[in-house]
């Protein structure tokens, strides 16, 4: 798992790679964001992994970009 470098102003993921695939998962539903490579080729404990982890990543994220951090800004926030 990866949350790779600049990423900027996309949806907040972190990046599985296995050899030349690479699927998104992101950060605020914990789901699979791209339809290729096919979500279901994604070992199901790679995407449970993510999902333990949540916390973690998300706070990783945030530390890296806190301009897009995971939690959307509400409007009472600005």
Do not use: C, F
């Not at 907040?12 to 789901?31: D, E, F, K, N």
């Not at 279901?40 to 993510?50: E, I, Q, R």
């Amino acid at each position: 798992m990866k949350i790779r470098d600049r990423e900027g102003p996309e949806e907040p993921h972190v990046s599985i790679i296995r050899r030349t695939t690479t699927w998104r998962v992101g950060l605020r539903a914990l789901q699979v964001l791209d339809s290729e490579p096919p979500p279901d080729h994604l070992p199901k404990a790679l995407l449970d992994l993510v999902r333990e982890q949540a916390t973690q990543l998300r706070a990783a994220w945030d530390s890296l970009y806190p301009g897009n951090p995971v939690r959307e800004k509400e409007a009472d926030d600005a």
